[in-house]
């Protein structure tokens, strides 16, 4: 253990080294209550040894300095002639843990030592299971988010962002851009490979569709089956147009054969488009409504296509 002795008694400071020394303990001292919590910052000690009663600022003050100034626990025992039960009180008050009566007798500092070696270690096992579990949080919070097939965003993820961004365009007076896909003719597609090969071309399809938007701040998410979302802030209705062209073309670039539909056929989508500078009352269930119709018209005149 790094044990940090604070006492302005050259003493005191020497004999409990010599009590401590045959110890495998690294030992630091300060011969008063500043330098002590100045060294408390630089060596990160387990356990301090505080002297109560000390020129300049008193072992309290150092205590309840320490308490204020650093987050971390850290075991600190008082060294003091003064034990009465009101010392005692004050004393863990300001944020001591244990009390040391003066002249200190080996065995008992001893003793304490190792009691204070088992809490920091305890203590030492608490902090890395708490890093541990906020790593795990962290990536149960990341995969929440995401499509267990695809890897994409999620439908709860887009629901989150849709009403986070519709507000934000709302607030801006900003265009935004909200597109529904749709694979064509999937079911004949599972029906032709089988589920297992479905599945593949919904991974190719997500991955083309993520990659082929750009900024930052658009989302590509599975909505369900075979319908993907897109949502584009900032976007309005001319670069709608641009990139509804190029989802188009870039499915159409995976040259998935299509042999459900016949034999030359490959993988195509249709594309819902809506780009509106939402006023106030626009909602999200309408954004949704609206661009699923035009899916519905899209698809209705003859798939591969968008319409906006
Ligand atoms: N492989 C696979 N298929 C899925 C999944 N989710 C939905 N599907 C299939 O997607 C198909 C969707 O079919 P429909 O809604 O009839 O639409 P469609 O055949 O694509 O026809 P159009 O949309 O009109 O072009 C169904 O056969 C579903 O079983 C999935 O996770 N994996």
Wanted: net charge negative; hydrophobic share 45%; charged share 25%.
């Amino acid at each position: 253990m790094k044990i940090l002795i604070i006492d302005d008694s050259k003493i005191e400071r020497v004999i409990i080294r010599s009590y401590l020394q045959h110890l495998d303990h690294e030992v630091f001292d300060a011969e008063n209550g500043e330098t002590g919590i100045a060294m408390f910052a630089e060596c990160n000690p387990d356990i301090v040894l505080l002297g109560v009663v000390m020129v300049g600022i008193n072992g309290y003050q150092v205590a309840a300095q320490i308490r204020d100034k650093f987050t971390d626990w850290v075991p600190i025992i008082f060294l003091s002639g003064k034990t009465a039960p009101e010392d005692i009180m004050i004393g863990i008050e300001a944020g001591g843990d244990d009390y040391l009566p003066k002249p200190i007798k080996k065995q008992i500092l001893l003793a304490k030592m190792t009691a204070m070696e088992r809490i920091a270690a305890m203590r030492t096992q608490l902090l890395q299971t708490t890093k541990k579990l906020e790593i795990a949080n962290e990536e149960l919070e990341r995969l929440a988010t995401l499509d267990g097939l695809t890897g994409i965003a999620n439908r709860r993820h887009l629901d989150i962002t849709m009403a986070k961004e519709l507000a934000r365009a709302k607030r801006h007076a900003q265009p935004l851009t909200f597109i529904i896909a749709d694979i064509d003719f999937f079911k004949k597609y599972n029906d032709h490979y089988g589920h297992i090969q479905g599945d593949e071309c919904l991974k190719a399809v997500a991955s083309i569709l993520d990659s082929s938007l750009r900024r930052p701040s658009e989302l590509v998410a599975r909505y369900g089956g075979e319908e993907f979302c897109m949502l584009l802030p900032n976007t309005d209705i001319k670069n709608a147009k641009l990139v509804a062209e190029k989802l188009v073309n870039a499915v159409r670039s995976l040259e998935f054969r299509h042999e459900g539909i016949d034999k030359q056929a490959i993988v195509t989508m249709s594309f819902g488009v809506i780009s509106l500078v939402p006023s106030r009352d626009v909602t999200v269930k309408e954004l949704m409504l609206q661009a699923d119709e035009k899916l519905y018209q899209a698809k209705e005149n003859g798939r591969d296509q968008w319409i906006i």
